[in-house]
């Protein structure tokens, strides 16, 4: 089983002037470690029950983009992207782009999007949720068709693309994994089974439910339920490591073989690494 650093707070100890060299830091401390990825949540403001909306928090894309040109091995990703936030040509240029100048290493996390406040207060559409849905289906059918040879045109009830251009090509092949977030299981989990390479799951779920529910879902649209990686996201307590090499264990016993991993004080010089040493050789017994 592989771990990747889940980045969910960015109000570090000295504040704006210093998060560019914490973060370095952090990042740096993840790979020297052994994460196999580094994520960041795509929100503009900070969601219940982490924190206050006032806490800091950094545009998702800007800030891989920072992260890609100080590190070498890790994966990078949104987790995960809200839909309706940009419009899926630009959203696929903006993952090729990751991509392409992280040397093959960035994934496409998205999901159908729920944080109505920060939406209103900034002024970005977020309408119902079925169309919400209909809207995460169409850009997962135009990020797809954008990381093919295909130029054609693209016409939906929601966007309407008339050449899906996509140059320079990202370097990962086929092309960059898609992760479609979250465990609703008429919708979410059936867009991961006909779309995705990977879902993702909250460590509160009931896993081997939520599995049980994608494998059907595969079935129905024909598509091998052993293509698609299962990854959960879960947060870590660091001064109870084995607790959390345990729960994981739990996660390795359905198929999980990727946790996204947070905890509290990793913006403490040397905590990451020390949670890291510890847990990647534990996990990767798993």
């Known amino acids: 089983m592989h771990i990747g650093l889940h980045v969910a707070d960015f109000t570090n100890p000295g504040g704006p002037a210093t ?9 740096g401390e993840a790979e020297e470690s052994g994460f196999r990825s580094v994520s960041v949540m795509d929100h503009l403001w900070q969601i219940p ?4 909306a006032e806490r800091a928090m950094l545009e998702a894309y800007t800030t891989l983009g920072f992260l890609a040109a100080r590190t070498e091995r890790v994966e990078l990703l949104a987790w995960v992207t809200a839909v309706t936030y940009r419009e899926p040509g630009l959203l696929a240029k903006l993952v090729t782009t990751l991509d392409v100048l992280s040397g093959g290493r960035a994934w496409l996390g998205i999901g159908a999007a729920w944080f109505e406040q920060e939406a209103s207060g900034l002024g970005l559409p977020f309408p119902p949720t079925a169309e919400r849905f209909e809207r995460l289906e169409e850009t997962l059918q135009i990020v797809r068709q954008m990381w093919s040879e295909s130029e054609e ?15 320079p090509p990202a370097i990962r092949r086929p092309h960059p994994p898609i992760l479609v977030g979250g465990g609703g299981e008429k919708k979410t ?12 799951l909250f460590g509160g779920d009931d896993i081997g439910h939520k599995l049980d529910v994608l494998r059907r879902h595969c079935d129905d649209v024909g ?50 690494k020390e ?7 534990a996990l990767a017994e798993l």
């Open 153 to 167: 045109p693209f016409q939906g009830e929601h966007y309407t693309l008339g050449r899906t251009l996509n140059n």
């Open 19 to 27: 998060l560019r060299e914490d973060l370095v830091r952090l990042v």
């Open 189 to 200: 989990l059936r867009l991961v089974a006909q779309y995705a390479d990977a879902c993702n």
């Open 223 to 272: 598509r091998d339920y052993d293509e698609i990686e299962k990854t959960v996201m879960d947060f870590a307590d660091p001064h109870d490591v084995d607790g959390f090499v345990e729960k994981c264990r739990g996660f390795a016993a359905h198929g999980v073989t990727h946790v996204h991993g947070g905890f509290h004080g990793y913006f403490e010089p040397g905590s990451v």
């Open 49 to 52: 029950p982490i924190g206050d």
């Open 275 to 281: 949670f890291g040493d510890a847990v990647v050789p």
